[in-house]
């Protein structure tokens, strides 16, 4: 992970640039493979229930998004120092907050369209509480992984994003198909 502490310019060379990027990347497809298993773990629950495989991208995908938007105030209030590690608590916990209200309202969108599609209460259920989860997650992680990444002296606007998908995806998939696989016989 060599260079990674250093920031990446637009006049870097293509060789600097890719000596900066590849690495992360790399991390990327193995944290990749780690959400494959997880999903893999409940391939008998989705084979059984089709409609789980098209919402579980919906839950990973708006955790993602919502990790980004904390993700992006954190990184400008680094770059403002206007925050650290140690940062007063009402910051995290507002952003928690905004997690789980975001959740419920975008679940609740969520799960009336599955439901309009599925006519299956019980997977727009699964769909609000994952969703809530998940979003809940992502401000979390949004909020402390470019932080954690700043102290160990790398630059959280270039690795943050890894770690975030991975959290937003890995936890993400398995609340949503743990839930699935607990009210299996209703979901069918």
């Known amino acids: 992970m060599s260079?990674?502490?250093?920031?990446?310019?637009?006049?870097d060379s293509f060789w600097s640039s890719l000596s900066k990027r590849l690495p992360w990347l790399t991390i990327n497809l193995l944290t990749a493979?780690?959400?494959?298993?997880?999903?893999?773990l409940f391939e008998s629950t989705i084979s059984q229930v089709?409609?789980?495989?098209?919402?579980?991208?919906?839950?990973?995908?708006m955790g993602g998004n919502s990790a980004s938007q904390?993700?992006?105030?954190?990184?400008?209030?680094?770059?403002?120092?206007?925050?650290?590690?140690?940062?007063?608590?009402?910051?995290?916990?507002?952003?928690?907050?905004?997690g789980i209200v975001n959740g419920l309202i975008i679940g609740l969108m969520a799960g009336g369209v599955l439901?309009?599609?599925?006519?299956?209460?019980y997977l727009s259920l699964i769909v609000v509480l994952a969703m809530i989860f998940n979003l809940f997650n992502?401000?979390?992680?949004?909020?402390?992984?470019p932080l954690v990444l700043k102290k160990m002296k790398l630059d959280p606007a270039l690795a943050s994003s890894i770690f975030i998908t991975t959290a937003t995806d890995v936890l993400g998939f398995f609340v949503f198909l743990s839930l699935a696989n607990l009210v299996l016989p209703l979901l069918q």
């Open 50 to 61: 089709a409609s789980l495989a098209a919402a579980m991208t919906i839950i990973t995908g």
């Open 115 to 121: 439901y309009i599609s599925y006519h299956n209460i």
């Open 70 to 98: 904390t993700l992006a105030l954190v990184i400008q209030g680094i770059a403002l120092d206007k925050i650290d590690i140690h940062s007063d608590r009402k910051y995290i916990l507002k952003e928690l907050a905004i």
């Open 33 to 40: 493979f780690l959400a494959s298993f997880v999903v893999g």
């Open 3 to 11: 260079g990674v502490n250093e920031e990446e310019d637009l006049d």
């Open 138 to 145: 992502g401000a979390f992680f949004g909020y402390y992984i």
